[in-house]
């Protein structure tokens, strides 16, 4: 078995590449500016300081290694920009796409812009005053003018502001315009000097970034989350279990009584009832005083737990708040566990190692618990493996309901405030837990049932 457990991590490392791949891409494509989020938590507001703005975004967005390449190639038009990666406003990449797109020398264009940035930044530089923003205003409105008038545009300001250096900042004329590019395609090789790149490296080595949020590492911010929803899920999913398991074998038993449907029933509406009301019912009966007062509403702890309390009363008191949370976790999944062992325990009641014990004399409770239980046991093993990323994940719900510090807490609070580097790291845990639990399913497959071979050679000896 040891062979097949290799073939399956070899080929895991394509799954995790393609899982890389799709999370990078969905954080480019996530709507949102990172680098006005990262401005907004730190408190700069650049539409307060209209003229000095532009620097203050430029400098984030290059702390934020936003300067580089996506990927390691491109596959461009000839009169696309090559380097547009260097350009930071959304703005001014359509605006660079344009003139390249009607010049056809995206060369020049790059160029033009590159000094048109230079000479706006040493305007920045320089002491505020009416003549400094009227000319900086003015550059700015270049983007707005035609290609046709940036050259008068620029002699008019020129003339009238008699600035130096205003006199080498020239567009290319329409006689060189080169419209034979258009429409031929170029490979760019950028190396390894790319986002993707430097992404995967960072993450490989446990580089997951900075939270844009509060400026803390994202490996720092993950673990202090995933105690409480790895506790609470982990608590629920014995309770799951617990009530499941019995109740299913249970109802295989008496399959067909009168206890069986009642039963089934009870699970039916269980399962139909949204996590959300229940858990706000739960509050309300329990937590609320309307009718009774008896078990924390929210939280983890009591406002006044202290390190000084002995552990037994801390364990006490983190176990009252967690009473409601992992109900409401929990309730859910009791119809479909037991749905699930109770159908397969029917068809093992029903085989013929079964209706041979029976004839041996041996009880009804042996047949069920050490023979056709043990055989039931792979629709668990299956759902088990797809537990794992659910208890890792949390429920962002529940979490907000219950105000549990959790990762499904966490999770909302990085879409909320478009915390990307926290965003895809939620998003790379969750897969890597989905490739995990699919491996530790085909791990107990043959513990559960020993005539399960995954390699050929094992199966014919």
Avoid: C
Avoid at 73 to 87: A, C, I, K, P, T
Wanted: hydrophobic residues 45%; neutral net charge; proline residues 6%.
């Amino acid at each position: 078995m040891r062979y097949y457990f290799i073939r399956r991590l070899l080929l895991a490392i394509p799954g995790l590449m393609a899982l890389a791949l799709f999370s990078f891409w969905l954080t480019l494509n996530m709507p949102g500016d990172p680098v006005l989020t990262a401005l907004n938590q730190e408190g700069t507001r650049l539409g307060e300081d209209p003229f000095n703005g532009p620097v203050h975004y430029t400098a984030k967005w290059k702390e934020l290694h936003l300067n580089h390449p996506v990927f390691y190639f491109s596959l461009l038009r000839g009169d696309e920009v090559d380097s547009l990666f260097d350009v930071p406003f959304a703005s001014d990449k359509a605006w660079v796409s344009n003139l390249s797109s009607k010049s056809g020398l995206p060369e020049k264009v790059m160029q033009f812009y590159r000094n048109l940035s230079a000479l706006e930044y040493e305007l920045f530089q320089q002491e505020s005053d009416s003549t400094r923003n009227a000319l900086l205003t003015g550059l700015r409105n270049l983007r707005d003018e035609p290609i046709s008038q940036l050259n008068p545009q620029l002699i008019f300001l020129q003339n009238t502001f008699n600035y130096p250096a205003l006199g080498a900042l020239r567009f290319p004329g329409e006689d060189s315009w080169d419209k034979t590019r258009v429409y031929v395609p170029q490979l760019v090789w950028y190396g390894s000097d790319n986002l993707f790149h430097h992404w995967l490296v960072g993450i490989i080595l446990g580089n997951w970034g900075n939270s844009y949020r509060d400026g803390r590492p994202v490996l720092d911010k993950l673990p202090e989350a995933m105690k409480w929803t790895v506790l609470v899920n982990g608590l629920s999913l014995i309770l799951a279990f617990g009530v499941s398991i019995p109740a299913g074998v249970y109802a295989a038993r008496r399959y067909g009584s009168l206890r069986e449907r009642s039963l089934n029933a009870i699970w039916f509406v269980l399962y139909s009832l949204p996590s959300f009301w229940v858990a706000t019912l739960l509050i309300l009966f329990f937590s609320s005083g309307l009718v009774l007062d008896i078990l924390p509403a929210g939280g983890i702890s009591d406002i006044r737990s202290s390190e000084a309390w002995p552990w037994y009363r801390r364990l006490l008191d983190i176990s009252r708040h967690l009473i409601l949370p992992t109900f409401a976790y929990a309730y859910g999944s009791f119809a479909y566990l037991s749905g699930q062992i109770r159908n397969s325990m029917i068809e093992n009641l029903q085989s013929d190692f079964v209706r041979t014990g029976r004839a041996k004399g041996l009880s009804e409770s042996v047949l069920a618990w050490k023979h056709a239980f043990r055989n039931s046991l792979l629709p668990l093993i299956t759902i088990s493996g797809q537990i794992l990323p659910g208890l890792i994940g949390g429920s962002v719900i529940l979490e907000t309901i219950f105000s549990i510090p959790g990762m499904g807490l966490l999770a909302w609070q990085a879409l909320n405030y478009r915390d990307y580097p926290l965003m895809i790291a939620l998003f790379m845990l969750s897969g890597l837990l989905t490739l995990v639990g699919l491996l530790l399913s085909d791990m107990l497959y043959p513990l559960a049932d020993p005539r399960i071979r995954f390699d050929t050679n094992e199966s014919g000896r």
